[in-house]
C-alpha cells in the first residue's frame, strides 16, 4: 500500500517563510507528477503548484515568485518552499501524487496525504 505522508506546516507571521514536505512510502514502481493543493474553510481544493518526474513545473498565479516546488525523486519526496506568506495562504495543504505501484506497474492511481495546517497570522 502506498501512501504520502506531508509535514512542515504550522503558524507563521505576515512575511514569512515555510518548507513542507511530502514522502511516498510503500511498494512504489514509479511516481509520475506530484504536487500540492491547498483548501481553505469554506472554498474548493485547488492547485498551488505540480512537478512533472522531470522537474518540469507549474504554478498557480497566487504562487508565482513566492512558491518554489521541487522534487527528489531519489527519496520519493516533494517539497513546497513558501516564502512571503500572506494572510489568504492559510489553508490546509494537501500533496498528491500519480504513483503507480509494484504489485500493478501499469495502473496510475491519484494518491492523496492527510493534509498539514498552514496559518498565516500575526
Known amino acids: 500500500q502506498v501512501q504520502l505522508v506531508e509535514s512542515g506546516g504550522g503558524l507563521v507571521q505576515p512575511g514569512g517563510s515555510l518548507r513542507l514536505s511530502c514522502a511516498a512510502s510503500?511498494?512504489?514502481?514509479?511516481?509520475?507528477?506530484m504536487g500540492w493543493y491547498r483548501q481553505a474553510p469554506g472554498q474548493l481544493r485547488e492547485l498551488v503548484a505540480a512537478?512533472?518526474?522531470?522537474?518540469?513545473?507549474r504554478y498557480a498565479d497566487s504562487a508565482k515568485g513566492r512558491f518554489t516546488i521541487s522534487r527528489d525523486n531519489a527519496k520519493n519526496t516533494v517539497y513546497l518552499q513558501m516564502n512571503s506568506l500572506k494572510p489568504e495562504d492559510t489553508a490546509v495543504y494537501y500533496c498528491n501524487a500519480l504513483i503507480s505501484g509494484v504489485s500493478d506497474p501499469a495502473a496510475l492511481k491519484s494518491t492523496w496525504g492527510q493534509g498539514t495546517q498552514v496559518t498565516v497570522s500575526s
Open positions: 512537478i512533472t518526474s522531470g522537474g518540469n513545473t
Open positions: 510503500g511498494s512504489i514502481f514509479s511516481i509520475r507528477t
